[in-house]
Structures are given as C-alpha cells and as structure tokens.
C-alpha cells in the first residue's frame, strides 16, 4: 500500500459558540475562539490517498487531479470565508478544527474514484490539529 498526500491552504474566520450554554460557559469553554465577531486562523489541509500505483502511470492518484478536486471541493468554499455562517456544509456545526475535519472528508470522499481516500488532516497552526482517518 502506498500513501500520497496533498497539501493546501487556506484562511477562514470562525466563532466556536454553543448556542445551548450560556455566555459565560461558553466563555469557559471556547476562550478566545468564542469572540461575538469571530476571529481568523490560517488552515492546513492535507488529504491522504492511499492504493497501488497503477501499472500504467505509476499513480495512486495524479496529485495534479487531487489538488484540483480539494480546490474545487474546499478552497473555493472555505477560503477567505467564515466558516459559521458562509459554508452551507457547516451550517449548525461547531466549526473546531474536528468538526472540519470530519465535513471536508464528507465533501471529499464521493469524488476520490482512484485509490481510496485514507486521512483528511485540518492544522490551525503547526501546533494544533486534527485528523480522521476513516472508517
């Protein structure tokens, strides 16, 4: 089994919030990402397919082709947005870095027909991320 990874960028803003606490628990909880006005990160993605190469081009998947599908099915709806209230996708979602990670494997997953789609990973900075890995 052989893994390629693509990876892109992205800048978006959020509001960690829970309509279902009170202010001051979601001050608590959300800190600084709780801002009434949300606040910016500069996001890593990275998408991981995993396969054989093919006998013909040598390719798991042309990572041409699959920065082409996360531009298309991403970039263009996360990039200088704000995540609560512009991408339809996260909509009623709190947009962690988790919860993006899970919706941008959804928004990917139908459209990988080569090579099978093995991790998504979503970095707000070099120190934090998430990660999911499929089932």
Not at 32 to 47: F, L, S, W
């Amino acid at each position: 089994m052989v893994y390629v990874t693509r990876k892109a960028h992205f800048s978006a803003a959020h509001r960690l919030f829970n309509p279902e606490f009170s202010d001051e628990e979601n001050e608590r909880v959300f800190d600084k990402c709780n801002n009434p006005r949300g606040h910016g990160h500069n996001y890593t993605i990275e998408v991981t397919v995993a396969g054989e190469p093919d006998r013909k081009t040598g390719y798991v998947i042309d990572l041409k082709k699959l920065g082409e599908l996360i531009d298309r099915e991403i970039l263009t709806k996360v990039d200088h947005k704000h995540l609560n209230f512009d991408v339809v996708e996260l909509r009623g979602i709190i947009p962690t870095a988790e919860n993006i990670t899970l919706v941008f494997w959804k928004m990917l997953a139908p459209h990988i027909t080569e090579g099978k789609l093995y991790k998504v990973r979503v970095a707000e900075s070099d120190n934090n991320y998430a990660e999911y890995l499929g089932t």
